[in-house]
């Protein structure tokens, strides 16, 4: 049993900075990856990054590469997306996922949490 809680969302203008965070609770020992997803209005679910429970692997979407960072505090057990230079493209619900292993595909986790918007104004 795993639960993740979200937080950070809101509204920021095009070129600021956001972080996005998200608490694990539960049998954490299950986890081996977390990821980062997003959903525009009218749009399908897009990965967006990917982290190794340990740190050691990262993955990004080529359209946040270089302005988005994925992170984990295991002693505080959260997970963060911190988003620079923000486009009002970036505007999306985002969620983040727990599964076994650091896929780029939604179905590989077995985890959600409810999601954060994000809104970024031009």
């Known amino acids: 049993q795993v639960q993740l809680v979200e937080s950070g969302g809101g509204l920021v203008q095009a070129g600021g900075s956001r972080r996005l965070s998200c608490a694990v609770s539960g049998r954490t020992s299950s986890i081996y990856a977390m990821g980062w997803f997003r959903q525009a209005p009218g749009k399908e679910r897009e990965f967006v990054a990917v982290?190794?429970?340990?740190?050691?692997?990262?993955y990004y979407a080529d359209s946040v590469k270089g302005r988005f960072t994925i992170s984990r505090d295991n002693a505080k057990n959260t997970v963060y997306l911190q988003m620079n230079s923000l486009k009002p493209d970036d505007t999306a619900v985002y969620s983040c996922?727990?599964?076994?292993?650091?896929?780029?595909?939604?179905?590989?986790?077995?985890?959600w949490g409810q999601g954060t918007q994000v809104t970024v104004s031009s």
């Open positions: 982290v190794s429970w340990s740190g050691g692997y990262t």
């Open positions: 996922a727990a599964g076994s292993v650091p896929s780029r595909e939604d179905y590989d986790y077995n985890y």
